[in-house]
């Protein structure tokens, strides 16, 4: 079955720096790669995704990078505030079933 | 963007009641829902995978007796807990699947304590 790595499990920046959280998949069959925001008490929000017939996704202060060959993708967010705060959360997709890290607890300090 | 509700957000009994948790696509279709516990500072931990008008899937070493999910619409999926017990108390969280974009949205979690 599929497996996603994700580091590191903490991060913390100082506000207006940049942060960058990465995840590794094992089943080359995955072609979906979502990244998800959880604020304490809250169900996770999709804040941005990549297929696998991309390398990059940009929304604004956010982006998103696939490496198929290797087997990775990672999570950009630049000019980091404090409402970043939260814990972050990449999954890995085949179509039918979700993967997820383990999750990146970020703190923007102010 | 595509909106999960899922309610109750919290949710008190006593040990030995039943507790049904629902979750509603409000803007889309979803043949697929999943339904996850999570404990404080944890990942997600998949319980069950519901399919429209079939039998859910249940993760190994999840009751499925004691964890009743049904998904009798495109749009709606409830998860029953039946007898709770204080070792049920948890974040239980629930995402649907777009039919159309494969796209996956979580609904706001359902915080439920047994007494």
């Known amino acids: 079955g599929e497996n996603v790595e994700q580091h590191p499990s903490t991060l913390s920046v100082q506000e207006g720096d940049s942060a960058v959280i990465k995840c590794t998949y094992s089943?080359?069959?995955?072609?979906?790669f979502p990244w998800y925001k959880q604020e304490l008490g809250k169900g996770p929000q999709l804040i941005i995704d990549?297929?696998?017939?991309?390398g990059e996704k940009k929304d604004q202060r956010i982006a998103v990078t696939l490496n198929k060959t290797a087997k990775h993708f990672s999570l950009h967010i630049t000019e980091t505030q404090p409402e970043d705060s939260a814990v972050y959360f990449c999954a890995a997709s085949n179509g039918n079933q979700f993967y997820f890290g383990t999750g990146t607890s970020l703190t923007v300090i102010p | 963007g595509a909106v999960v509700s899922q309610h109750p957000s919290w949710v008190i009994c006593k040990s030995g009641t039943s507790v049904k948790i629902e979750c509603r696509s409000l803007d889309f279709q979803a043949t697929t829902m999943f339904w996850y516990r999570q404990f404080p500072k944890q990942s997600l931990m998949l319980m069950a995978t519901s399919n429209e008008g079939s039998k859910a899937t249940y993760e190994q070493g999840v009751e499925k007796d004691k964890f009743l999910i049904n998904h009798a619409s495109l749009t709606l999926s409830t998860l029953t807990v039946t007898s709770a017990h204080p070792e049920d108390s948890s974040f239980y969280i629930c995402?649907?699947?777009?039919?159309?974009?494969?796209?996956?949205?979580f609904g706001e979690g359902s915080r439920l304590t047994v007494l």
């Open positions: 089943d080359s069959a995955s072609n979906y």
């Open positions: 990549i297929r696998s017939n991309v």
């Open positions: 995402s649907a699947r777009a039919t159309l974009t494969g796209e996956l949205f």
